[in-house]
């Protein structure tokens, strides 16, 4: 399964919502109702940390200025008022078949 | 606190092995799926391999694995010592990047998102 972010790279004024996509070549959608599209996020010399867990759940921990969304193929990470502390590149990743895919990445500078 | 620490990482010529280490400390290790994933200098991530909580499935990508032949890298667990290895032989340039081990979220399962990742091991295959 192939995902698509965009855009790669994005910036934007602290307060200002931002918005990244993830579109997958198939659908995320398994059998058990679920669907398996996660979102992290890597800051600069860090592993990446979970956000979002199928495609709505915030994890634990993680402000509600983040949210997600979508179905099926197309799926989007908003983030409300984004702030200096949210820089980093953002992945999305699909579990729903092996091999485990991510997306390309998104840079997210303010 | 839950933690996972990599280690074994090293500079390498290419064809050569490594067996990378994952200390787990913090949670019930046999309990849960533990996964690594790899990133190339200024690259994505690339998830590698998977093992279920009790050792019994292992899956890799497919640039690692062997069709009719062992494949280059293996995964194992020892649950009594809370740590995760990776094995890599015949080692490539391709294969340099930092790794990294997490933590699957759900207990006894497998693929439920990675909640828990180590700060990552370095391997470089140069000649």
């Known amino acids: 399964i192939v995902l698509a972010q965009t855009p790669l790279s994005l910036s934007v004024t602290p307060g200002q919502p931002a918005s990244i996509s993830c579109k997958s070549s198939?659908?995320?959608?398994?059998?058990?109702?679920?669907?398996?599209l996660y979102w992290y996020l890597q800051k600069s010399g860090q592993p990446p940390q979970l956000l979002i867990n199928?495609?709505?759940n915030r994890f634990s921990g993680v402000p509600d200025r983040f949210s997600g969304s979508g179905s099926g193929t197309d799926f989007t990470l908003k983030i409300s008022r984004v702030e200096a502390a949210d820089v980093g590149v953002y992945f999305c990743m699909q579990t729903l078949l092996l091999p485990y895919t991510f997306g390309q990445g998104t840079k997210l500078e303010i | 606190q839950v933690q996972l620490v990599e280690s074994g990482g090293g500079v390498v010529q290419p064809g050569r092995s490594l067996r990378l280490s994952c200390a787990a400390s913090?949670?019930?290790?046999?309990?849960?799926?533990i996964h690594w994933v790899r990133q190339a200098p200024g690259k994505g991530l690339e998830w590698v391999s998977v093992i279920s909580y009790d050792g019994n499935n292992k899956y890799y990508i497919d640039s690692v694995k062997g069709r009719f032949v062992k494949g280059r890298f293996t995964i194992s667990r020892d649950n009594s010592k809370n740590t995760l290895y990776l094995q890599v032989d015949s080692l490539k340039p391709e294969d340099t990047a930092v790794y990294y081990c997490?933590?699957?979220?759900?207990?006894?399962?497998?693929?439920?998102?990675?909640?828990?990742w180590g700060q990552g091991t370095t391997v470089t295959v140069s000649s």
């Open positions: 913090g949670f019930t290790f046999s309990h849960f799926a």
């Open positions: 198939q659908g995320l959608l398994h059998s058990d109702g679920k669907t398996y």
């Open positions: 997490a933590k699957d979220r759900e207990p006894l399962g497998i693929g439920y998102g990675m909640d828990v």
């Open positions: 199928e495609v709505s």
